[in-house]
């Protein structure tokens, strides 16, 4: 007799398994809830969270509402009013389409619903928990739709304790919410984590909701884009070439007014900027394209991120030309006030055609992209004129001559170059040289001391056997036994981090002090983390004072930082330090001051490209073997390779 091994799942197994592909963290539910808020017509959509959005998510909206029957079937699976048939999946004008956000997140935490629709009297109260509805009843509340999520994954322990810190969660909730925030100017939006207000964002016209969400000093830095055709609409904004920073920090694409990542796209952009930038900095922008539904799929990602175009070659071609244009035209376009039209008329484009009529019209025409308020230009701070000092090329705007960039037809396609991006960062690969490396002095105030390192020998650096640089990477240099491959930036990011840990421990960092202070503004979610990691940088030997909600005033930098020729950098390394502290933070579960060293490591090592003398590596080599753990960069990647004379003579029998 054979045994039958396979058995269905029971239904509170199915669905907490289903859940996961919806539910991964705390952000994905505030995403699934803010756009059900916003498909439902809201105006005002309030965001709360607590612990993280471990012990509390709360979306309050005040939309169209619910009636009983719908408040009971909006957490059945696949419960949806958007789908009727098979073909609508190929046609989604809406963001909550598949009926899985209610019914996963239900799963896996205890929820309460409660709503009311316009005109009505009364309204629903549902509380489940595990999938399981506990009561229903008639109750008064305010029109629209409150719904509370409470202890998130109450029921998976195992999945609740892969969650990583509160600081790495609630970057995740405030990126969610700035994406959904951005793609939907004329509803007004507000955040609130554990009690405090971080966000309030009335209704705006697009360029100042992006204002209001990074800072009043990003209005001058912005360069509209809006450009035209029967099958293709881009709008937004480009950030000018003297703004770049030297992290990605704000890049956005949306496509439908839905958030979507794409390296292809990035590569688009930066296209447009070539001979622009300096080297490894990246400008900002929010881009919008509209398109027909029909020709883009939503569907190849369960987050809804990914999409696919039908022709990518010719929205490649037609990004890359909008952008072209948009900074051909910066030269006679001044920095424009909230409340003037940011709308740059292209010759020789129609409208919008069909598709102005489903979500188009101009920014400035649009009620969905435009809403109320008013504003005022934001003045350039200290810190963004300091920003125009890097090395953009002289007569930038008269490299795009507007009248010189063909759009893109439908009917065209691109070349036959490749395009090679990282999957994951959007980065071009591979990365172009530097014409100009920078020359970073190796310091040398530790007391260094002989060195022997098991199986390599000793370090011979007679004139006879000097390291030579190869490609601006590596370094090799001869031992007794063969010779050794250092990476340069893995080796100086260890000998970076174990200073910083001793500086750490021992508080003894001399600081110089600036001749004159620098007001740095940061986007508000950075300005949260700096305020939480303040003291430890200054342990470090920065003088970095709060000024008030998002401004820090930068007094004094670590000596052996000033004393590595990067002066006139101290804000690009305050970023880059934020920046590389938010990565550190994702991926592994350490103390806050071991995750600071690897920061400042990080961002204060010598880069791949950067050239050094021959008594820079030198100096290098001598530090590194000076380390307790001189073998493996603070990421755990090697930081030398060793190879015997035995390994070569290998090669040539």
Same mark, same amino acid.
């Not at 991926?587 to 880069?607: G, N, P, Y």
């Given at each position: 007799?054979?045994?039958?091994?396979?058995?269905?799942?029971?239904?509170?197994?199915? !669905?907490?398994?289903?859940?996961?592909?919806?539910?991964?963290?705390?952000?994905?539910?505030?995403?699934?809830?803010?756009?059900? /808020?916003?498909? %439902?017509?809201?105006?005002k959509?309030?965001?709360?969270?607590?612990?993280?959005?471990?012990?509390?998510?709360?979306?309050?909206?005040?939309?169209?509402?619910?009636?009983?029957?719908? %408040?009971?079937?909006?957490?059945?699976?696949?419960?949806?009013?958007?789908?009727? *048939?098979?073909?609508?999946?190929?046609?989604?004008?809406?963001?909550?389409?598949?009926?899985?956000?209610?019914?996963?997140? @239900? %799963?896996? /935490?205890?929820?309460e619903?409660?709503?009311?629709?316009?005109?009505? !009297?009364?309204g629903?109260?549902?509380?489940?928990?595990?999938?399981?509805?506990?009561?229903?009843?008639?109750?008064?509340?305010?029109?629209?739709?409150?719904?509370?999520?409470?202890?998130?994954?109450?029921?998976?322990?195992?999945?609740?304790?892969?969650?990583?810190? $509160? @600081?790495?969660?609630?970057?995740?909730?405030?990126?969610?919410?700035?994406?959904?925030?951005?793609? $939907?100017?004329?509803?007004?939006?507000?955040?609130? $984590?554990?009690?405090?207000? #971080?966000?309030?964002?009335?209704?705006?016209?697009?360029?100042?909701?992006?204002v209001?969400?990074?800072?009043?000093?990003?209005?001058?830095?912005?360069?509209?884009?809006?450009?035209?055709?029967?099958?293709?609409?881009?709008?937004?904004?480009?950030?000018?070439?003297?703004?770049?920073?030297?992290?990605?920090?704000?890049?956005?694409?949306?496509?439908?007014?839905? &958030?979507?990542?794409?390296?292809?796209?990035?590569?688009?952009?930066m296209?447009? =900027?070539?001979?622009?930038?300096?080297?490894?900095?990246?400008?900002?922008?929010?881009?919008?394209?509209?398109?027909?539904?029909?020709?883009?799929?939503v569907?190849v990602?369960?987050?809804?991120?990914?999409?696919?175009?039908?022709?990518?070659?010719?929205?490649?071609?037609?990004?890359?030309a909008?952008?072209?244009?948009?900074?051909?035209?910066?030269?006679?376009?001044?920095?424009?006030?909230?409340?003037?039209?940011?709308?740059?008329?292209?010759?020789?484009?129609?409208?919008?055609?069909?598709?102005?009529?489903?979500?188009?019209?101009?920014?400035?025409?649009?009620?969905?992209?435009?809403?109320?308020?008013?504003?005022?230009?934001?003045? /350039?701070?200290?810190?963004?004129?300091?920003?125009?000092?890097?090395?953009?090329?002289?007569?930038?705007?008269?490299? =795009?001559?507007?009248a010189?960039?063909?759009?893109?037809?439908?009917?065209q396609?691109?070349?036959?170059?490749?395009?090679?991006?990282?999957?994951?960062?959007g980065?071009?690969?591979?990365?172009?040289?530097? $014409?100009?490396?920078?020359?970073?002095? #190796?310091?040398?105030?530790?007391?260094?001391?002989?060195?022997?390192?098991?199986?390599l020998?000793?370090?011979?650096?007679?004139?006879?056997?000097?390291?030579?640089?190869?490609?601006?990477?590596?370094?090799?240099?001869?031992?007794?036994?063969? &010779?050794?491959l250092?990476?340069?930036?893995s /080796?100086?990011?260890?000998?970076?981090?174990?200073?910083?840990?001793?500086?750490?421990?021992?508080?003894?960092?001399?600081?110089?002090?600036?001749?004159?202070?620098?007001?740095?503004?940061?986007?508000?979610?950075?300005?949260?983390?700096l305020?939480?990691?303040?003291?430890?940088?200054?342990a470090?030997?920065? !003088?970095?004072?709060?000024?008030?909600?998002?401004?820090?005033?930068?007094?004094?930098?670590?000596?052996?930082?000033?004393?590595?020729?990067?002066?006139?950098?101290?804000?690009?390394?305050?970023?880059?330090?934020?920046?590389?502290? *938010?990565?550190?933070?994702?991926?592994?579960?350490?103390?806050?001051?071991?995750?600071?060293?690897r920061?400042?490591?990080?961002?204060?090592?010598?880069?791949?490209?950067?050239?050094?003398?021959?008594?820079?590596?030198?100096?290098?080599?001598?530090?590194?073997?000076?380390?307790?753990?001189? =073998? =493996?960069?603070?990421?755990?990647?090697p930081?030398?390779?060793?190879?015997?004379?035995?390994?070569?003579?290998?090669?040539?029998?």
């Amino acid at each position: 007799m054979r045994d039958n091994v396979i058995q269905l799942l029971p239904d509170s197994i199915a !669905d907490q398994i289903a859940a996961g592909e919806v539910v991964q963290r705390p952000a994905s539910a505030v995403k699934e809830l803010m756009e059900n /808020a916003i498909d %439902a017509g809201s105006t005002k959509v309030q965001v709360i969270i607590k612990d993280a959005g471990r012990s509390l998510i709360q979306i309050v909206d005040n939309g169209k509402g619910m009636s009983d029957t719908d %408040a009971r079937l909006s957490f059945e699976r696949h419960a949806t009013s958007k789908i009727r *048939k098979a073909e609508d999946l190929f046609a989604i004008d809406t963001f909550g389409f598949r009926g899985e956000a209610l019914a996963s997140i @239900a %799963a896996v /935490a205890r929820v309460e619903l409660k709503t009311r629709q316009k005109g009505e !009297d009364i309204g629903t109260q549902i509380n489940i928990e595990g999938s399981e509805v506990k009561s229903q009843e008639a109750c008064q509340c305010a029109e629209g739709t409150s719904i509370a999520v409470k202890d998130l994954f109450y029921n998976i322990p195992v999945r609740r304790n892969f969650l990583k810190s $509160n @600081a790495v969660e609630t970057r995740h909730i405030v990126d969610e919410f700035l994406r959904i925030a951005l793609a $939907n100017p004329a509803t007004y939006f507000t955040l609130h $984590n554990n009690g405090v207000e #971080v966000y309030h964002l009335p209704a705006a016209p697009l360029r100042k909701r992006v204002v209001q969400a990074f800072g009043k000093t990003f209005n001058e830095r912005l360069v509209p884009v809006e450009v035209s055709a029967d099958f293709l609409r881009i709008y937004g904004f480009v950030g000018k070439p003297e703004f770049a920073r030297r992290t990605r920090g704000e890049q956005f694409f949306f496509v439908n007014e839905r &958030f979507i990542k794409s390296g292809y796209l990035n590569k688009a952009v930066m296209n447009a =900027y070539e001979e622009l930038l300096p080297q490894k900095t990246y400008p900002l922008y929010v881009i919008f394209m509209d398109i027909d539904p029909t020709r883009i799929d939503v569907n190849v990602h369960p987050t809804k991120q990914e999409i696919k175009f039908d022709d990518e070659r010719v929205v490649f071609r037609f990004l890359e030309a909008a952008v072209k244009r948009a900074l051909g035209a910066h030269s006679v376009t001044p920095t424009l006030d909230f409340d003037n039209d940011v709308n740059i008329t292209i010759p020789g484009f129609s409208g919008f055609g069909q598709m102005g009529a489903s979500r188009g019209g101009s920014p400035s025409s649009n009620p969905k992209k435009t809403g109320g308020g008013s504003g005022s230009s934001g003045g /350039a701070s200290g810190s963004d004129q300091r920003n125009k000092a890097k090395q953009v090329p002289k007569g930038w705007e008269n490299l =795009y001559k507007t009248a010189d960039i063909d759009f893109p037809k439908e009917e065209q396609s691109v070349d036959g170059s490749e395009i090679i991006v990282d999957p994951e960062t959007g980065e071009i690969l591979p990365a172009i040289a530097a $014409n100009n490396p920078t020359t970073i002095t #190796v310091q040398s105030e530790i007391n260094r001391k002989s060195v022997d390192p098991p199986s390599l020998g000793k370090i011979e650096q007679e004139n006879n056997h000097r390291p030579f640089q190869l490609h601006e990477r590596y370094i090799l240099t001869p031992i007794r036994s063969g &010779f050794i491959l250092l990476d340069q930036q893995s /080796a100086h990011e260890r000998i970076l981090f174990e200073q910083y840990q001793k500086n750490l421990e021992q508080a003894a960092v001399s600081t110089q002090q600036l001749l004159f202070p620098q007001t740095i503004e940061l986007p508000s979610a950075d300005a949260r983390l700096l305020k939480e990691v303040l003291s430890d940088i200054n342990a470090l030997g920065y !003088d970095l004072q709060e000024f008030g909600q998002n401004t820090f005033v930068l007094h004094g930098i670590p000596s052996d930082l000033a004393n590595s020729g990067s002066n006139g950098e101290e804000e690009a390394h305050i970023e880059q330090l934020l920046e590389q502290y *938010k990565s550190q933070l994702g991926e592994l579960k350490l103390d806050k001051r071991t995750h600071i060293a690897r920061a400042m490591a990080r961002s204060h090592s010598i880069k791949k490209g950067q050239k050094l003398s021959e008594i820079e590596m030198r100096e290098l080599i001598d530090r590194l073997f000076a380390c307790e753990q001189p =073998y =493996y960069a603070p990421d755990g990647k090697p930081t030398l390779v060793t190879y015997g004379m035995e390994d070569i003579e290998a090669r040539f029998t």
